[in-house]
């Protein structure tokens, strides 16, 4: 099977934005790339970026391993990509807003109202609920992949708490240290801003009833969440309060933290904890991670949460589907990023042809993440198969199949040199009541097995810088 | 500043202290072990360094002999101990997790960068094979580089606002209990009437201990005498110049405390209690404090330092 | 029928928290069957009280403790006319589409048994069905107020075999919902008839929403429909929405608590 390099297209041509970079990969002595390679892991283990995975002790910190070749973007690219974005994003703040209001989308039988009202990711507490100035999804972080040069698909919509985003500044701040000679050839569009606008992005949409001097802060369910160095990492960028849920408290409808000169006001809360441990008298009983009357505060509008409650109706994949119609209906546009051919289960014509065609499907469960709960068909065995099968004929509808893509593949150094390996995008798109702002490039995650289409970093994906870089391009040199 | 990160700083800086003070006193321990009976090698050296840093009970309760392999894997390594040096260092790493945002880069690569090599140590050692001598020196000058590094970056890279002060009062009041500890496991030492039953024996236990928390050329310095007992006393608890001492340690505490009051604009508990610790250390004097007993004197020394933690917390760290 | 509610709840710790929250679901609404006459909480410590709504309709409390206190004593005290409706529930608060009350909760998701209970009673008639299916309930469990708790699943009771009103009320809705018909939890009183006023438990049943009646209350612990002997006080998915009491305290310990319940028929000396 071939696949679309963006380093050498599909043909084996060059592509000019890589032009720089294959020059400096065709004259770095594999030695340098080796010693820089193994510098950069010094430099993440140092300042303790790791990642804890899921079902393993405290003691199983690990790195997310980091390519050093980056992957590169023209800026025409970007800008299509970019706009793509914002249609998307904004269309999500729409449909629910609509969903938790009006619900017009379910009357004009856009999306049948079973798949929104008894979806597990619709929230009725938050029914009736108006988010501060509309905005739902602050932060999303939109999975893209590409099979060839023309298009951009959107594999997920991230719309809870997106992760990755510390990744992508420190891969760049990494970059730069480690090669800066690189960056004096190529003019990279400059990521750094991020979280200044994330933080006037959440300032901008603090609640009316907030005093003048706003405080954000960022929730975290604790040290030991995979997430932990992001949160704490964002936290001192953004300079405000990494707050865990003991620090915070609810005295009539306001929420304060704990300080050493007592209680403080808190108008924006970036939350980094599941919907369900959020409030122990609304959610889950026995959260020990939230805030008990977080939820009363913030239905009175005394506190902004971001993103909003109730957002995971947005990135569910039984919605997925529907993401064109739902952008036509809220935008009149036609959408920019395609969506992946999807099968829904629950159609009866779906599931046969999905049973049909289990071997060169990807399976995914509607609720899961972080490539759980899937069957990649190509990849599987006959047995894999078989029992996934029996999964998906026991509930249906809690399934969705899409075509196994021929994901583009960038340049990575591996063991063997330097070879193709299968890439996506996560895009960061902020949505404050100041406007819309995406952070050019985003986090690239790369599969590092060779043959491998699996990116997530649970499941031993790799990242690499993402440039942004000017499409007329003079070579200094 | 979030009440709990001020309590995790504060935190910080004592398990380093603590995993410090153990490690001077297992270098002491094994400095007397070389030594002769007549000497003061009395072969009972290792229960000291247990007492003071108090878990002498909790070895017991665990071990029945006190060789100093299993003495040294408890105070280095044991997980059941919670004040083994590995405790600490873990524990000192767990709350600067807690609180990454509070401390400077420097401060957390060098806690970090002691964890991963702790780490490192405790997966290559084999616990039934005790270690060379140089290989346990080795580590002890390890984990004193440890709190060298992490006051010296505290000390050049941190701003001197309240995450400083908390910062610096956990270290002070973790040094004050350890040199109080030193004071009451060896008091008998102390008393004015042992100078005639000590001679050598106490000599050396003096110096060792002395040596160990670097304090025999102080005490050349400031007394240009040979080491007298209640010289030692006075040392240890009354002389400001030295960073040891219990008066010099509640001078730092009363005057950060001053400085958050200040900086808040409010006064509490906490200034009150550390101000009246330092005047009782200042305005006692020697024959007073013999006169009372000095084992007296040190536990009430002990309980105040505690009750100090306890208003902190009451204070600045409610939850 | 014109009934008096008393409900006590009082808790006691043996180490005082330093604040508390609750969020009280104690208020009922008027609707056909039933005319709030008067209704009043208490509370004997130092507290804040605010009244709300949440998004089922149902009328809420807030109440903040914000000093350690060693008990604390809630006090519900109402008068009620109701009237026989024949189990339907006509001009309540109705917020959401049927639709939402076909959604599984962890406390209701059906287990294989409940599934099988369903099937087996599958009528053609949903109002038929409905009752056939507390009909099973009634006939297969035994009323045991010490076989389950307030996080005893509709299957784990169902599996038991035993349980209080509130299990016997999410089996029926776990088991309506897995054939289609929506379903919901009701938290209230009941007048008994047999003369015993005290009691130690407020009550629960289930509402099913059929087609043409709308919601129709069906009580499986004592086999019957909605009747004058009801009062209906909150709903929801299921009791973690209709809880008479969800709450939070900050430290403290040793928490224990007592409920006093007397629904008893207003007299009528005191009508006039």
Known sequence: MTFFDEMTGADGVLRAPYRIIHDWLETSPPELLEARRAQAEHMFRRIGITFAVYGEKEAAERLIPFDLIPRILSQSEWTRLEAGLKQRVTALNMFIADVYGAQSVIRAGVVPADIILRNACYRPEMAGFRAPHDIWVHIAGIDIVRVDDKDFYVLEDNARTPSGVSYMLENREVMMRLMPDLFMRNRVAPVENYTNDLLSCLKSVAPVSAPGDRTAVLLTPGQYNSAYYEHSFLADRLGVELVEGGDLFVRDDIVYMRTTRGPQRVDVIYRRIDDEFLDPLVFRPDSALGVPGLMNAYLNGNVTLANAVGTGIADDKAIYTYMPEIIRFFTGEEPILKNVPTWRCRDADSLKYVFEHLSELVVKEVNGSGGYGMLVGPHATAQQIAEFALKIKADPANYIAQPTLQLSTCPTFCDAGTGPRHVDLRPFVLSGANGMRVAPGGLTRVAMKEGSLVVNSSQGGGTKDTWVIEDLHHDPL | MLARSAENLFWVARYIERADFSARMIDAALRLATLPKAYGGDGNEWVSPLAAVGNLDLFRKVHDKQDQNTVFNFLAFDRENPSSIRNCIANARRAARAVRTALTLEMWESINAAWLELSRIESERDPKNPMSREEVDRFLDFVKAISRDFDGAAYRTMLRDDAYWFNRIGLYAERADNTARILDVKYHLLLPQSEEIGGTLDYFQWTAILRSVSALTAYHWVYRESVKPWLVMDLLVQRSEMPRSLVSCYENIARYLDLIGQHYGQQGPSQRLARSVHATLVNSSREEIFQRGLHEFVTDFISSNNRLSGMLAEQYFPS | ?272
Not at chain 3, 34 to 49: E, F, G, T
Not at chain 3, 172 to 188: H, Q
């Open chain 3, 1 to 272: 029928m014109r009934i008096a509610v008393r409900h006590e709840t009082r808790y006691v710790y043996t180490t005082p928290p330093k604040s508390l929250i609750q969020i009280l679901r104690m208020t009922p609404r008027s609707h056909e069957g039933q005319h709030i006459l008067s209704w009043r909480i208490d509370c004997d410590a130092d507290c804040h009280l605010k009244k709300s709504e949440d998004p089922f309709g149902n009328i809420t409390h807030t109440l903040t403790v914000n000093r350690p206190l060693e008990t604390l004593t809630l006090t519900v005290e109402g008068d009620v006319e109701t009237y026989d409706t024949a189990g339907v529930v006509r001009n309540s608060v109705e917020r959401f589409d049927p639709l939402v009350f076909l959604r599984e909760t962890p406390l209701s998701a059906p287990s294989p048994l409940i599934r099988e209970l369903a099937a087996a009673n599958e009528r053609a008639d949903t109002i038929d069905q409905m009752h056939q299916l507390m009909v099973a309930i009634r006939g297969r469990m035994t009323f045991d107020t010490s076989s389950t708790d307030v996080h005893t699943s509709a299957g784990e009771a169902w599996e038991l075999g035993s349980g209080v009103c509130q299990d016997y009320a999410h089996i029926f809705i776990a088991a309506a919902r897995c054939s289609d018909v929506p379903a919901r939890f009701v938290s209230g009183h009941f007048f008994r008839s047999d003369g015993v006023v005290d009691q130690t438990a407020g009550h629960a049943w289930a509402e099913a929403y059929i087609d043409k009646l709308g919601w129709v209350g069906f009580d499986p612990a004592n086999g019957v429909c909605l009747l004058e002997n009801h009062i209906r006080i909150a709903c929801g998915l299921d009791y973690l929405y209709a809880a008479p009491v969800r709450g939070a305290r900050m430290a403290g310990s040793g928490e224990s608590m007592s409920v006093n319940v007397s629904v008893g028929q207003t007299s009528m000396q005191m009508q006039t």
